[in-house]
Every structure is written in C-alpha cells, then in structure tokens.
C-alpha cells in the first residue's frame, strides 16, 4: 500500500481477502489492496473516488447512510456480478491519520468460511502486535499458532497417548466491543491469557490461537487433566464475570487426547470442535467425540443454508393470537417466524434461532420481523382491527446502539403507532446485561411500546435483578402450564407469578394452553390472558386477518 507505515503495509496488504481502508466519518474509500481491485473489478484510481456505499446494491445504500450494515450482506462489482459477504471491521492508520479498515470475506463458499476467517484474524492480530511496536509499544509476549502446534507434536512424539490439548474461548467478547469498546475486550483477553499462563506454570503451555482462543497443551493421566479442566474454569470464571458494566463474558473449554496416528492439528480441531459442542449442550465443558465432527458439517451445511435463505427470501411469518382468559376475545398476538426451505419444508424457530443468534444472523432476521410486524400492524389498522402485534427481541439486537433508531424508522416508515406494538424479550435475554437492557427497554417505553418477559420463569434470574426492568406483560412458561393440574411445584410457580402480577398492575398471559381443562384452571388461578393451540394454532398472515370478518377486503 502507498504508506510504510499504515497497518496496511504490515498486514492487511498481503492478504487475499480484499481490504479497505476508509475515512471513518464519511466512509470515502482512501486505499485498497490488490485483492479489492481483483475481486472487484475497479482500478485503483476509480476506488479513490468511491464510498463503502458505492459496492452496496443500490437500493440499500440510503438505508445504511449513517454506518456500516452488520450481518451478511451484497456487495456489487464493476460487472454487475453480486457477492454475498460478511465483513471484520477494525481501526487503521492512513497517511498518519486513523482510519477504518474493512477486510471482506466472500461467504458464497461457506466451506471457505472458516479458513479464511482464520487468516484474516491472524493478520489482524499480527498487524495490531506490528502497530503497536512502531507506535513504541510493546506488544505483549505470545506463543504463536506455528510454535503451538510444534509443541503438541513434539509431546505426541515423545508422550504418545498421555498428551491433552485444550481449547479455551472468550464467549461475548463482540458484544463487549460493541458496546464498550475493543479496549475493554483486549484487556479481557489479556487477563485471561495471563491466569491460564498462572495455571500453566511450567509443565504446560499456552497459545493464543485467535483473538480471544487459547490452546493449552502439556502431559498427563485422565484424572490429572480433569484436575487441569477444574483449574482452568475456576481461574477464569470469576473474572470473566467481571463486572465491566456488567458485560458477562462466558468461557467455553474444549477437552481433546490423542488417538493413534494423531496430530497436533487434529487435536487443537477437535479440542476446538468440543468447546463448541459443550456450550451448545449448555455446558462450559465438552470432550470431543467422533461424531461431533459429522455434526459440525451438518451445522456448517444449515447456516450456509440460512445465509441463503434471508438473502432469497425465504423467510415467512405466522400469527397466533393472544385472548382475554374470561371472554376469549382476541386482544394481541404474536409474530412467529417460519424459515420456508426448499429440502426440509417449514422450520420453526427451534430449529434456527440458537444457530442465528452465535453467528450473527440474528440481525438480518430480526430486521426482517420488525419490518412484517409492523406491516402487519398499519394492515390492521387498516382494517379498523384494535389488536396490537407482539414480536421477539434477541440479546443482541437489546445491546445494538442502533436498535432503538432502526426500531423509530421501521415504525416511521409503515406509520405505525407505538401503542400498536409490543416487543417479548426472554428472561436470559434480559439479564444477559441488566444496565444495558433497562436503559434500552426504558427507552423504547418511552416511545409508546409495551414490553412483555416472554418465558417466565425458564431464564434463572432473581426476582432482585428482575425489578430493575420496567416492563408491561408477563408471560408464563408453556413448561408449567402443561403439568399444571399435576404438579404442585407448577402450581405454585404460575400462581406466585400471577399474585405478581396483580400486585404490580401487570398482565399475565399463560402460554401453551392445550386443553379445556388447562383453560379452566388458569381462569381460576388469575391469569388475565391465554395463548394456546386450545384457542388458536400459528396461521398465516391472510388467515389471521380473516378470522376477525371475512367480509373485509384482505390482500
């Protein structure tokens, strides 16, 4: 690139992933790497004239004027082909200036993905450790990929069968940098990296494998290495829930030993495979066993899939009303998206959502429900139909600094009023980050909407961390509805929640009523509102407006 000393020339240059370096208020393109201009088609000097928003499809290039889109999205080239990409967002330096620089990964080819991710990330961090070092920093002491994976097959060599490799991460470091900043997250990575140094000691080793992954590698007996696990997770469990404004950062390990022929590779992938397994099985520890590997190619498969799907419309929504538990007149309902694939018909949520919410596409999804509910609003409104519609908020659109003004624009542009909406956020969620999400929700009270705790009772917070939510409706667990008349410990959850409730003014909706008898019941308990099969499946959108008077004219 045109300056020795920008990140670009230590780094970003040479990767074969294009690479922009832009102004980072206007988002005029200042330089670019050969593999832009490859990839791309433009010529050096016609990049120079360009903005980020100029290799967007014209039709998006309004929506995102005031910054760069997040989750999957289309860049267009000079020849009119459309890339599907994701893209790693860091600072730069430019002629002595702070810049930004984005580093753009074709994610078409979803078998790429992960290769390419991990050498951008790799440069990335190389590129900071030389920055640092020319700003007279020093760059903090690492034991690199190469040498890690040298070690581990030394050890294999000489141990055979007593080696153990494990794979530690950072859960939640992107949030943290979003909405605190990298400096934060970085000082995480490098506290953690010095307690696993500390549990090391002398007989084991520790790596940084990518930002916020660390393998640590050394000798010993079955009983020994879960001694090592034990250590490792209560060294860094506390200090992971540090209360940097309350941001909870999680960990995941991953445990892997040899089997005959094996290699260092090998077992930092499977290592790694494990910890993602484990945190899927909602554990923070996960031993690797073959099949995972089969199921890692069946959920690469599933995400390529999905990435596809939002992009070719291949999301749908249903609606399922919500009624008053004494007249059974529909007073809301709620939006429920359905993923139409081509090979495996309609999915639910159950299916897709956990997968959304760890890789980002959550985002898009949630773009997508926000803009069909609040259609679907001004439609029965339309319609003179006084039912407000209820949609589900992710974690990480909650922490978004931009949720709160996207959620003003959607609204503005189908002209919705806010009284017309209510957003159902989980109790996890919720607590994920108590300030944030009290700031965010007092905010978006502000503005007219409702707010519903969807799933009570399901997500372990306390009743102390809950009252700081201000919120509207509560809604309890399909779990203790289904075993109400048998259960005791049901029994009494749904009628402390729905004493709760009067006490405080909210209202209490029950969900997953199935029976007659489940309906009698609640009504006798105090519920104020039911949702259920009993009263209505999920039905599309057509079908929904319809039930209120099939003589109105329904698109």
Same mark, same amino acid.
């Given at each position: 690139m045109k300056e020795p000393q920008d990140r670009c020339s230590v780094g970003l240059s040479l990767l074969p992933l294009p690479v922009f370096v832009y102004h980072p208020k206007t988002l005029a393109i200042l330089d670019v790497n050969a593999a832009a201009v490859e990839r791309y088609g433009y010529t050096f000097e016609q990049f120079s004239s360009m903005s980020l928003h100029d290799v967007r499809p014209p039709g998006e290039r309004r929506r995102h004027r005031r910054g760069l889109p997040r989750g999957p999205l289309q860049h267009h080239t000079a020849h009119g082909q459309t890339l599907l990409v994701e893209t790693i967002v860091t600072e730069a330096s430019h002629a002595g200036r702070r810049a930004g620089a984005m580093i753009v990964v074709d994610v078409s080819e979803r078998s790429r993905l992960e290769a390419l991710l991990e050498e951008a990330e790799c440069a990335l961090r190389e590129a900071e450790a030389r920055l640092r070092d020319l700003e007279g920093k020093d760059a903090r002491p690492r034991t690199g +990929? $190469?040498?890690?994976? =040298? +070690?581990?097959?030394?050890?294999?060599?000489?141990r055979g069968e007593d080696v153990f490799v494990l794979f530690v991460l950072l859960d939640g470091l992107d949030i943290v940098s979003d909405t605190i900043g990298y400096s934060v997250s970085d000082r995480l990575v490098e506290e953690a990296e010095g307690l696993l140094r500390d549990v090391a000691g002398e007989r084991m080793a520790v790596g940084e494998w990518r930002y916020g992954q660390f393998v640590v590698s050394g000798c010993a007996t079955a009983h020994d290495v879960d001694d090592v696990v034990a250590r490792v997770e209560s060294a860094l469990r506390a200090p992971m829930q540090h209360h940097y404004r309350n941001k909870h950062v999680g960990i995941r390990i991953g445990v892997a030993s040899p089997a005959a022929g094996s290699q260092a590779e090998?077992?930092?992938?499977?290592?790694?495979? &494990?910890?993602?397994?484990? $945190?899927?099985?909602?554990?923070? %520890?996960? =031993?690797?066993?073959? /099949?995972?590997? $089969?199921?890692? =190619?069946? =959920?690469? $498969?599933?995400?390529? &899939?999905?990435?596809? /799907?939002?992009e070719g419309g291949e999301l749908g929504f249903y609606v399922q009303p919500i009624v008053d538990a004494h007249t059974e007149r529909v007073i809301s309902a709620e939006v429920l998206v359905r993923w139409n694939t081509p090979t495996h018909g309609v999915l639910?949520? &159950?299916?897709?959502?956990?997968?959304?919410? @760890? @890789? /980002?596409?959550? %985002?898009?999804?949630?773009?997508?429900?926000?803009?069909? @509910?609040?259609?679907?609003?001004k439609e029965c409104e339309r319609l003179h139909i006084d039912v407000p519609i209820a949609m589900n908020v992710s974690a990480r659109e909650l922490t978004s600094k931009t949720f709160l003004s996207d959620v003003r624009n959607t609204m503005a542009h189908h002209a919705v009023q806010p009284s017309q909406l209510i957003f159902e956020l989980t109790e996890s969620a919720l607590m994920s980050d108590v300030p944030a999400a009290s700031k965010m929700l007092s905010d978006l009270r502000d503005t007219g909407l409702r707010i519903a705790i969807d799933d009570f009772g399901t997500g372990y917070s306390s009743l102390s961390r809950l009252k700081h939510i201000d919120f509207d409706i509560l809604k309890i667990d399909c779990s203790f509805v289904q075993d109400y008349a048998r259960s005791a410990m049901d029994r009494a959850i749904v009628e402390s929640a729905t004493a709760l409730g009067k006490n405080v003014g909210l209202e209490v909706v029950a969900e997953g009523v199935e029976t007659v008898e489940q309906a009698d019941a609640l009504r006798a308990a105090g519920v104020t509102a039911m949702q259920g099969f009993y009263f209505a499946r999920p039905m599309p959108r057509a079908e929904f407006l319809r039930s209120f008077d099939t003589t109105r004219d329904i698109a």
């Open positions: +990929r $190469a040498a890690m994976e =040298r +070690r581990v097959d030394a050890l294999l060599a000489e090998d077992l930092i992938r499977q290592a790694s495979l &494990a910890a993602h397994h484990g $945190a899927g099985n909602g554990s923070v %520890v996960g =031993r690797f066993e073959p /099949g995972m590997e $089969a199921g890692l =190619r069946s =959920r690469l $498969a599933l995400e390529h &899939a999905l990435h596809l /799907g939002i639910t949520p &159950a299916s897709f959502i956990e997968m959304a919410e @760890t @890789t /980002g596409l959550i %985002v898009p999804i949630g773009e997508y429900v926000l803009n069909e @509910t609040c259609a679907l609003a």
